[in-house]
C-alpha cells in the first residue's frame, strides 16, 4: 500500500530534524511549520533540547508557534522542569515567542535565578512579555536580585528586560544603587541611567555608573 504523498512528506520533514547537515534540519523545520500538526509538536520540543544550531532552533520555535497554544504552552510549561539547561531556556524562549500569558504562573523565582546564564536570560525576557498586569513591582525586585550578575550581555538583558517594566522598577533601582556591592551598585545606577536616557547606550552608562561608584555616590541628586 502506497502512502498519501502528504504523509510521505511528513514523515520526511520529521526525519530531516534529525538529519547530520543543518541545512537539512533548517529546512525540516521549516516545513514542519509551514504545515503545522499537533503531532509534530512533541518532535519539534524534543529537538529544541538538544539542536546545536542556533538558526535551527529559531526555526524550530518558530514552528512551534505556527501550532496552537493551547497544545504547545502545556508542553513547554513541561520543559522548564527538565534537568537539561538548553531545554528549558528553549522553552523558556518559545514561550516569550507565543506570549500566552497562562504560561506566567510558570515562570517562577528559580528560573528567574536560574544558575545557569541562558536560562536565566531566557526566564527575563519570558517573564517581561508574559508578566499580568499589576505583577510588574514585585517581578522587578526578582530580577533586582541579579542585578551585577556576568558579563556584559548578561548584564545588557537584565537592563532591558527591567525597563520593560517602566515606571514601576523606579523605586526598585533607586535602591539598589546603595547596594554595598560596587558591582551591583555600578548596574543599577547604568541602568537608572539607560532608563532615563535610552539612547546613551549600555557601554557609556557603565563607564558613568564606574566613576560615580568609585566618587562614594549613588548619582542620585539630593
Known sequence: ???????????????????GSPSVRL????AVGTGPDPLFVDRLIGRCAIEPDFSVREMLTWALTRHSPSVTVPKLVDELGSEHAQARSQALHTLSKIGDGRAWPAITRAL???????????AWRAAVVLVP?????????????QLGRGGREMRLSLSRALIALGEVVEPTLRAATTDPDPRRRQHAIATERL????DAGFDFAIEEAKRIVAMGTN???G
Do not use: F
Not at 500500500?1 to 538529519?19: F, I
Not at 529546512?27 to 521549516?30: D, K, S
Not at 505583577?135 to 530580577?143: D, I, K, P, S
Open 133 to 145: 498586569e499589576g505583577w510588574e513591582a514585585e517581578l522587578a525586585g526578582v530580577l533586582a536580585t
Open 112 to 122: 528567574l535565578t536560574d544558575a545557569d546564564d541562558e536560562v536565566a536570560r531566557s
Open 1 to 19: 500500500m502506497t502512502m498519501p504523498k502528504t504523509a510521505t512528506d511528513t514523515m520526511r520533514a520529521l526525519q530531516g530534524l534529525e538529519d
Open 219 to 221: 548619582g542620585q541628586e
Open 27 to 30: 529546512r525540516a523545520a521549516l
Open 195 to 198: 532608563w532615563r536616557d535610552p
